[in-house]
């Protein structure tokens, strides 16, 4: 395998992931029969949990072609209340946009310039974690697929000492160094799944 072929690799093993996210959180969306109900997320209902995945797919197919954040805001429309709807258009957007798109093209976010492959790795890190919040908002099964965990894991801990920084995330939770990879995961991004 040469140096040229690396990136190809790494996409492909990426895009199967993203296929995958969708899918682990396309089956905690339709196990959704309360959309005000609480999540993990303290200050999100599950329609605020759902709505913010979605309107993240929104975004993907306008900044992969190319747009910056200020003209792809522009493109963007407001969800209707049929949520699952919503996902499904935009979940089908987003990967078809992704396998349309040069794993070493540069993305244009609001905080930096990424390739696309590292745009991949946050899109595929940032639903597999609400997946969870999902599931243990609905009462769905909480265990991930365990690739995911894998790959995800390889996202957020080189980024330990950054997340909570970020303000994206709560504080890290502690648990101990042999708990099931899930767990710190989880814990890395300041959730608890022994509650």
Same mark, same amino acid.
């Given at each position: 395998?040469?140096?040229? $072929?690396?990136p190809?690799?790494?996409?492909?093993t990426?895009?199967?992931?993203?296929?995958?996210?969708?899918?682990?959180? @396309?089956?905690?969306?339709?196990?959704?029969?309360?959309?005000?109900?609480?999540?993990?997320?303290?200050?999100?209902?599950?329609?605020?949990?759902?709505?913010?995945?979605?309107?993240?797919?929104?975004?993907?197919?306008?900044?992969?072609?190319?747009?910056?954040?200020?003209?792809?805001?522009?493109?963007?429309?407001?969800?209707?209340?049929?949520?699952?709807?919503?996902?499904r258009?935009?979940?089908?957007?987003?990967? $078809?946009?992704?396998?349309?798109?040069?794993?070493?093209?540069?993305?244009?976010?609001?905080?930096?310039?990424?390739?696309?492959?590292?745009?991949?790795k946050?899109?595929?890190?940032?639903?597999?974690?609400?997946t969870?919040?999902?599931?243990?908002?609905?009462?769905?099964?909480e265990?991930?697929?365990e690739?995911?965990?894998?790959?995800?894991?390889?996202?957020?801990?080189?980024?330990?000492?950054?997340l909570?920084? @970020?303000?994206?995330?709560?504080?890290?939770?502690?648990?101990?160094?042999?708990?099931?990879?899930? @767990?710190?995961?989880?814990?890395?991004?300041?959730?608890?799944?022994?509650?």
């Open positions: 395998m040469t140096d040229a $072929t690396l190809l690799v790494e996409a492909s990426w895009l199967r992931l993203q296929e995958r996210a969708h899918r682990e959180f @396309s089956a905690r969306v339709a196990a959704v029969s309360d959309w005000d109900g609480p999540t993990p997320d303290t200050e999100w209902t599950v329609r605020d949990l759902v709505s913010h995945v979605i309107e993240e797919q929104q975004w993907v197919p306008w900044l992969l072609s190319g747009l910056s954040t200020r003209q792809a805001k522009s493109r963007l429309r407001p969800l209707s209340s049929d949520l699952h709807h919503e996902w258009i935009y979940s089908l957007a987003a990967t $078809t946009a992704w396998h349309d798109a040069r794993p070493e093209a540069e993305v244009n976010l609001a905080s930096d310039t990424v390739t696309t492959i590292e745009y991949l946050e899109q595929v890190a940032d639903v597999t974690i609400h969870w919040d999902l599931s243990r908002a609905v009462g769905a099964e265990n991930l697929d690739e995911l965990v894998a790959a995800v894991w390889t996202v957020f801990e080189p980024q330990r000492d950054t909570e920084a @970020s303000g994206l995330f709560a504080s890290p939770v502690p648990v101990a160094d042999d708990a099931p990879l899930q @767990s710190r995961l989880l814990a890395l991004t300041g959730r608890d799944d022994r509650r």
